[in-house]
């Protein structure tokens, strides 16, 4: 490899800006305005012919503009003649719809890593994508990170240590959030499954494969949009006897409203700052640079 540089796209300025410092490594911002007409107007700062370019671009709200601009600035490097094009993306949107339920629908994951691996990407690091597996096998290095013992640590240092981990879903990867969470914790884990109805999107919840009754109880999630699936399982958990229910989510898309509803029904709320709010409480660069290093 020749010249490494860091790119810090306008979805994650201050990530990208964060490992660059970690690494001591080059970085620069992009210009970014929007025309008249909303359409979005994008500039490198820098000469990238020859350089292996670390973008790093989130895909968080606004999802839509994000995925545009990360369009727009991979075409840029590539035709800037980069050597080559690292992505990271500390959250990946459009990552849940992995597979077609209903006839006709796109499956927009598949479409995102289409896009991205003609315009040219050649590495993809992602932190807690939500179905990892969707990512093999494509003309794609593919990295994803895991921000869940970050989350555990955090949780373990103010106290939480013996608290039991409890995952949702029914993927082989949820249960992993619990068990690596638990590693930590040292305490015991368990997964509670739930199921989305296609059509209208609501969500039900399975039965937890262990008992919660008088447990301080830690429900660790990939990401968190409406709260809806949360706040049914704090409600399922708060009725099976659990002492204490507190919530720690790696990517938090709850608008100001939801988040308020979510810190009202459980006992604390934490998330990591790939999308930042008042409850991100862990910073994913430091892991982001080990894994670039
Ligand atoms: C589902 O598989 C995910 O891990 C989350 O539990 C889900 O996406 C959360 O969605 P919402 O917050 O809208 O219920």
């Not at 690292?86 to 629908?105: F, I, N, S, W």
């Not at 993927?171 to 884990?189: N, R, T, V």
């Not at 706040?231 to 308020?260: N, Q």
């Amino acid at each position: 490899m020749g010249l490494i540089m860091i790119i810090c796209g306008p979805g994650s300025e201050q990530i990208g800006m964060e490992i660059a410092g970690i690494l001591g490594m080059e970085s620069s911002i992009v210009k970014h305005k929007f025309f008249p007409d909303g359409e979005t107007h994008l500039r490198l700062t820098r000469e990238v012919d020859g350089v292996d370019v670390v973008l790093v671009h989130s895909t968080s709200p606004p999802q839509d503009r994000h995925l545009v601009q990360l369009l727009l600035l991979v075409d840029a490097i590539r035709e800037g003649g980069a050597e080559s094009i690292t992505l990271v993306a500390p959250y990946m949107a459009y990552a849940r719809q992995d597979r077609r339920r209903l006839p006709g629908e796109a499956v927009s994951v598949f479409t995102v890593i289409r896009l991205l691996t003609t315009l040219g990407v050649l590495r993809l690091v992602t932190v807690n994508v939500h179905n990892p597996a969707v990512f093999e096998g494509h003309w794609l290095e593919f990295i994803d990170l895991s921000a869940m013992p970050l989350l555990a640590e955090h949780l373990k240092d103010s106290g939480f240590g013996g608290a039991f981990s409890l995952s949702l879903g029914k993927k082989p990867i949820d249960l992993e959030h619990a068990k690596e969470a638990a590693s930590i914790l040292d305490g015991e884990y368990g997964c509670l499954e739930t199921f989305r109805d296609p059509n209208t999107g609501d969500v039900s919840l399975g039965r937890a494969n262990i008992g919660v009754e008088g447990l301080r109880v830690v429900v660790f999630d990939d990401v968190i949009t409406t709260g809806g699936t949360h706040l049914k399982a704090v409600e399922s958990l708060r009725d099976g006897g659990a002492s204490e229910v507190h919530l720690a989510c790696v990517h938090s898309l709850l608008s100001k409203e939801k988040l308020l509803e979510v810190l009202e029904a459980t006992d604390s709320f934490i998330c990591t700052d790939t999308v930042p709010n008042r409850c991100s409480r862990v910073r994913v660069a430091p892991l982001i640079a080990d894994a670039l290093r």
